[in-house]
């Protein structure tokens, strides 16, 4: 499993629909301050559901929308498309590519698909649970993560363990049927 590409429109400094390719191994994204690399995290951890302006660099959610500069537009909609190889079927869905979509308007309304079937971000949490994928999983590690990581908080660590294990959707299904 490794993502293929992402697709961004309308998403921070990405106003004009742009592709980005990835391949396996490694990717290093390289430009000048303030060209739009850290944009690119961002619009990943968008995409996978993050719900947190902080995390994303902004004060208020809207702040993912392209606003527009001196000679551009603003938009009205952002919209981020990652798609994940699945050929090892390492994500329980009988598709060998798995697009996950996420759009956004400015009244605050989102959307979600999995291969363009509109569903909702519990869909896509559950889908990447026990991954590591997920906006919750080790695999994107921001600054704070790493000391957070390095810190002597037991129950964090133990979250990073329980995720590598692939336990987590076990809790989460069992905390879900506790509450039925
Ligand atoms: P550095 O090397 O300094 O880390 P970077 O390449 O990571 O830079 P980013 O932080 O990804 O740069 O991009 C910052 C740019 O994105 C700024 O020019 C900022 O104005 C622009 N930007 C962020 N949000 C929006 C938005 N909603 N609309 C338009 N532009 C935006
Ligand atoms: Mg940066």
Redesign the pocket.
């Known amino acids: 499993m490794f993502f293929k590409r992402i697709e961004m429109h309308g998403f921070?400094?990405f106003?004009e629909p742009v592709t980005i390719e990835f391949d396996r191994g490694i990717t290093c994204v390289v430009?000048?301050?303030?060209?739009?690399?850290?944009?690119?995290s961002?619009a990943i951890r968008w995409v996978l559901g993050e719900q947190s302006p902080k995390m994303l660099?902004?004060s208020r959610m809207d702040?993912?929308?392209?606003?527009?500069?001196a000679s551009r537009k603003?938009r009205g909609m952002a919209e981020v498309t990652l798609v994940i190889d699945n050929s090892d079927n390492m994500l329980p869905i009988e598709y060998s590519e798995v697009a996950i979509t996420r759009r956004m308007y400015r009244s605050g309304e989102s959307e979600y698909a999995i291969n363009g079937n509109s569903c909702r971000m519990k869909d896509i949490r559950e889908l990447l649970m026990d991954t590591g994928i997920g906006v919750d999983g080790y695999s994107l590690i921001g600054q704070g993560k790493i000391s957070e990581i390095i810190s002597n908080k037991t129950e964090s660590i133990r979250e990073i363990f329980e995720e590598t294990a692939g336990i987590v959707s076990y809790r989460s299904k069992k905390a879900e049927a506790e509450r039925k």
């Open positions: 921070k400094s106003a430009g000048p301050n303030g060209s739009g690399k850290s944009n690119i961002d660099r902004g702040d993912v929308i392209f606003a527009g500069t603003s």
